[in-house]
């Protein structure tokens, strides 16, 4: 048997293609061999914690020959952790970080104003900043950078007066008792409706605020074949998700 005329050009025409696909078929499984030993992943509150373990479960599903150990990280304790070796090899978050590499946006998250059940705002379809601006605002340790609190808590629009600053907590679930002890209030995205519900807290989406980008960050000098693929896992996993997973 030989080919005729038409299937030889054929085989010219897709064999490099095919070949080029094997190829790729076959970088993928020495990827998916390298990806073995202990990946370490950050997150802040229980939001960021489900997300991640949703991410773990997928991970390990795709590298079984590769551990996954998550921790929860402290508002007080910033990007410490991912900085010091050992601790951490990545950290979901909200912010971006001079210096550190970034996945691209999993996914956006509205952004909601949190209050008191109490608080003559919780009852509202919306608000905006000018009146989140009114209001006391919880602040963030001093160790977190300026650039977190001003991304966690947008700018006021131009002309609005500064908003009084309140009570410094570390954790979101100090926040949260601080908001619905009605001592003050903050931004959180829209996540927290379903992970950080309480019965004196109501959130109210921010209407003109930017929304929250989640995204895994890692030093540049560990970009492991471990990093790698978890990074993409959570993209493959998140990323046509609409903004409340």
């Known amino acids: 048997m030989a ?11 897709i064999g490099p293609a095919y070949r080029q696909l094997l190829a790729g078929i076959e970088r993928a499984v020495t990827a998916g061999r390298d990806v073995q030993g202990l990946v370490r992943v950050g997150f802040f509150s229980a939001a960021g914690g489900r997300i991640v373990v949703e991410v773990a479960d997928a991970f390990r599903a795709r590298y079984p020959d590769c551990e996954v150990r998550i921790r929860e990280v402290h508002f007080s304790d910033g990007i410490g952790p991912l900085l010091h070796a050992g601790e951490l090899d990545m950290l979901l978050s909200l912010i971006g970080e001079p210096g550190l590499t970034a996945s691209p946006a999993l996914f956006r998250a509205r952004c909601l104003l949190a209050v008191s059940a109490r608080h003559r705002l919780a009852d509202g379809d919306s608000v905006t900043l000018a009146e989140m601006g009114r209001e006391v605002v919880l602040r963030l340790p001093p160790e977190m950078p300026d650039y977190w609190a001003e991304a966690l808590a947008p700018r006021l629009p131009p002309g609005t007066r500064p908003a009084r600053r309140g009570p410094v907590c570390a954790t979101a679930q100090e926040m949260l008792a601080v908001i619905g002890a009605g001592k003050g209030v903050f931004p959180f995205p829209d996540q ?49 998700r609409a903004a409340t997973p």
């Open 3 to 13: 080919l005729t005329p038409v299937g030889h050009q054929l085989h010219e025409d």
């Open 192 to 240: 927290a409706i379903r992970y950080h519900q309480r019965p004196d807290v109501a959130f109210v989406p921010i209407r003109d605020a930017p929304p929250f980008k989640w995204r895994f960050l890692w030093r540049p000098g560990n970009g492991t074949a471990r990093v790698r693929a978890f990074a993409q896992t959570a993209q493959d996993t998140l990323s046509t």
